[in-house]
């Protein structure tokens, strides 16, 4: 199953609001996450996030959803695992390579509305110099104003990437293929 971080990250701001005329939302990388788990060893997860490099923005059209576009950036070097010189090895060029690849991107090429609260939102994503199609289901967790007055969205997506498919195939099979994914994006109103 060929499924993003990034695109996650999109289809869930792209999707959260669906009541008024277009609008454009700005990432707010402190409300968004891309929480990952992959296995090791066959006997345990390693779990990590990309914390504070996520970015972008979303144009939403609730009447036209076709119309509707995101665009999001994560920073590879936001990866935190919780452990020094585990983040480090899979910073290195082994895994991520963050200094030859220092963004995972993804530009939506349409938009669907399945429901009020779950979109469908293909597009492409790029992740360690690979371009490839990808199809995520976005859902929408709610929005509301803010303290401050403005219109914020959040939404979730859930997906599982074969990080082989992306040239990132070191330690295989002691370190999974299938990464596990849930992307948490939260966004304020331009």
């Known amino acids: 199953m060929k499924k993003s971080i990034v695109t996650a ?47 972008g923005t979303i144009t939403t059209d609730p009447a036209a959803p076709d119309q509707s576009k995101v665009d999001l950036e994560v920073k590879t070097d936001t990866l935190d695992t919780g452990y ?54 976005a859902n929408i967790i709610g929005q509301g104003k803010g303290v401050k007055g403005e219109l914020l969205i959040g939404a979730e997506v859930h997906f599982t990437l074969k990080r082989s498919e992306y040239g990132v195939d070191y330690g295989l099979p002691a370190v999974g293929d299938d990464v596990e994914l849930i992307v948490a994006v939260g966004g304020a109103r331009k």
């Open 84 to 137: 020094a010189q585990r983040d480090k090895d899979i910073k290195s060029p082994d895994f991520l390579n963050v200094k030859q690849f220092p963004v995972i991107t993804f530009k939506s090429k349409s938009v669907q509305k399945v429901t009020d609260q779950q979109y469908n939102v293909t597009g492409d994503l790029t992740f360690h110099g690979v371009t490839k199609p990808l199809t995520v289901q």
């Open 9 to 55: 990250l999109f289809l869930g701001c792209l999707v959260a609001h669906s009541a008024i005329a277009a609008e454009t939302f700005q990432v707010n990388p402190i409300e968004s996450f891309v929480l990952f788990k992959v296995n090791r060893l066959g006997i345990a997860y390693v779990y990590g996030r990309f914390t504070g490099g996520v970015s």
